[in-house]
Nanobody
């Protein structure tokens, strides 16, 4: 059974930093991702990373956010710097099991950036 445990959200002032973590268990995963959903908006991809370390970022976070993963710990991180009020959202971890296209989702963690 795949389980995802997220941590690291919170309230921060604009310009500040936060680091999100997502520990996955129950399988091995090819792609690990962070998505976010702001009130009244659709869920959007923030960043993803493959087992080999290839990364992909939304244009809105390039140069400010960095995704990384520890394959031995099955954990993915999102370092968020220079946060803006428009980064306020619930952030979700998502993983894809190897040899499948099935996505699994975490419970979400709230990130609030005050101006």
């Amino acid at each position: 059974q795949v389980q995802l445990v997220e941590s690291g959200g919170g309230l921060v002032q604009a310009g500040g930093s936060l680091r999100l973590s997502c520990a996955a268990s129950g399988s091995i995963f090819s792609v690990m991702s962070w998505y976010r959903q702001a009130p009244g908006k659709q869920r959007e991809l923030v960043a993803d990373i493959t087992t080999g370390g290839s990364t992909n970022y939304a244009d809105s976070v390039k140069g400010r956010f960095a995704i990384s993963r520890d394959n031995a710990k099955n954990t993915v991180y999102l370092q968020m710097n220079s946060l803006k009020p428009e980064d306020t959202a619930v952030y979700y971890c998502s993983v894809v099991r190897y040899y499948t296209t099935q996505n699994y989702w975490g419970q979400g963690t709230q990130v609030t950036v005050s101006s």
